[in-house]
């Protein structure tokens, strides 16, 4: 725990940078935009990375956010070197990496946590001979604060051991955040989440009565596509994912929540795609970012480009 004084600066900063994001938009103001990468730890499939491939040729101005479950490190059979260099041929030189955790049983036996099956965001019942078994199962309704805390910790350090910077942005397989996750994030010195979302936003493929849905809606009862980044903790910002990522959300629906955002004069947005399914996916934001742009010259907001 911090210090008195050393405690009351931070929360001074946080309160001040809370209200510098919390100004509306004003001409020439800057609109600040995250694209974050999901890779959920499933496959490593060549279309995909191709797919991303040809998004950073034709927006070499766009960093990434890479947000890496390190299960792919831990299948059988793999070759870690092959599969860090199949991740890596994705990058650019101004892109980050952060953690990103599904609870699979591969994984969270590696790290010497019981696996749980239950509660998960899934109707079907898990096939644990398969290597995303666990994939589906909520981190934060499913685990104790403490394993939790193990868990980010010896993930964090997988990827540390496979040539990657210490992570210090997050977000939670299938948004499953609550208290007990932020006390772990915390414990491990994280600085950056964008876990929360608005559930009805996945409604697009998910029923609004899915226990995926319902489960979120607990979490995180009062989002909305115009939520704005706030302090967890002292050390911990909050991001949601206010646009969801590009599975559950069109290139006309990614437009009209960023005109939502610019007509609110709400300054940050975050949005993103899974890797797994890149191929098909990613199309959405190639077809979004010229009409985003558009429309922030029209409102004379200059787009930065966050990572």
């Known amino acids: 725990m911090l210090p008195r004084a050393a405690d009351t600066f931070g929360k001074i900063v946080v309160t001040a940078l809370i209200a510098c ?12 935009l995250w694209v974050t990468v999901d ?8 279309d995909n990375l191709q797919a991303m491939r040809r998004f950073r040729e034709k927006f070499p101005q766009i960093p990434l956010l890479h947000l890496i479950n390190p299960a792919y490190f831990i299948q059988p059979g793999v070759n870690r070197a092959q599969i860090g260099s199949h991740i890596r041929s ?10 990103h955790v599904h609870a699979m049983r591969s994984l969270v036996e590696y790290c010497g946590v019981p696996f749980q099956t239950a509660p998960s965001i899934a109707e079907a019942k898990d096939d644990c001979a398969v290597t995303s078994c666990g994939y589906s199962v909520s981190l934060e309704y499913a685990y104790s604060q403490l394993e939790l805390t193990q868990l980010v910790a010896c993930s964090s350090e997988l990827l540390v051991k496979n040539g990657f910077q210490p992570p210090r ?6 948004w499953q955040f609550g208290p007990k996750l932020q006390a772990a994030l915390e414990a491990n010195r994280f600085s950056w989440d964008s876990s929360y979302i608005d559930a009805n936003l996945l409604t697009t493929r998910w029923h609004k009565d899915s226990t995926m849905v ?10 909305t596509p115009i939520e704005q980044p706030f302090a ?12 969801a990522l590009a599975d559950y959300t069109s290139a006309k629906q990614l437009v009209q929540l960023f005109e939502q955002l610019l007509t609110t004069q709400k300054p940050v947005m975050v949005l993103g795609f899974h890797q797994e399914t890149a191929a098909d996916h990613l199309v959405n934001l190639e077809r979004a970012i010229p009409h985003m742009e558009k429309l922030a010259r029209q ?4 787009i930065e480009w966050m990572h």
């Open 21 to 32: 994001l919390a100004l509306p938009l004003k001409a020439t103001e800057v609109m600040q």
């Open 39 to 46: 890779w959920e730890g499933l496959s490593l499939e060549e």
């Open 90 to 99: 994705t990058f650019l030189p101004h892109d980050t990496v952060g953690l």
């Open 169 to 174: 942005h997050f977000r939670a397989g299938a």
């Open 214 to 223: 319902r489960l979120l809606k607990q979490l995180h009862p009062h989002s």
């Open 232 to 243: 967890l903790s002292v050390g911990l910002m909050e991001y949601p994912n206010n646009a």
């Open 299 to 302: 409102k004379n907001v200059r």
